[in-house]
């Protein structure tokens, strides 16, 4: 059974910097498209980075281009988002997916992931 713990979350100043990990448990890490997604107050899910299965290829939603970076680290089976000059608007529950299946152009949807994570809170305020 695969889990994904998430850790990093936390309160930061506007223009300050967090990251996130998180910690995939099962087989086959290397063989998972993992992503990053976020949710607002009264907002729906929203794609912001993912890195593809074997090639570690990523891709960003525009509000994280520039600023957040995705990685993975296959020995540790654990994948990170790196991300800078927060601003209050990142404000949100952090999860982060697996999916078994992924192909490129799908892996901005949610609905493509297997495996989510239980969230972690970030929140950029004064």
């Known amino acids: 059974q695969v889990q994904l713990v998430e850790s990093g979350g936390g309160l930061v100043l506007p223009g300050g910097s967090l990251r996130l990990s998180c910690a995939v448990s099962?087989?086959?890490?290397?063989?998972?498209?993992m992503g990053w997604f976020r949710q607002a107050p009264g907002k729906e899910r929203e794609f912001v980075a993912s890195?593809?299965?074997?090639?570690?290829?990523?891709q960003y939603a525009n509000s994280a281009k520039g600023r957040f970076t995705v990685s993975k680290d296959n020995a540790k089976s654990t994948v990170y988002l790196q991300m800078n000059s927060l601003q209050a608007d990142d404000t949100a529950i952090y999860y982060c997916?697996?999916?078994?299946?992924?192909?490129?152009?799908?892996?901005?949807?949610?609905?493509?992931?297997?495996?989510w994570g239980q969230g972690t809170q970030v929140t950029v305020s004064t």
């Open positions: 099962g087989p086959s890490f290397r063989s998972y498209t």
């Open positions: 997916a697996a999916a078994e299946r992924a192909i490129w152009s799908s892996q901005t949807r949610a609905e493509t992931y297997d495996h």
């Open positions: 890195s593809f299965r074997n090639s570690g290829n990523t």
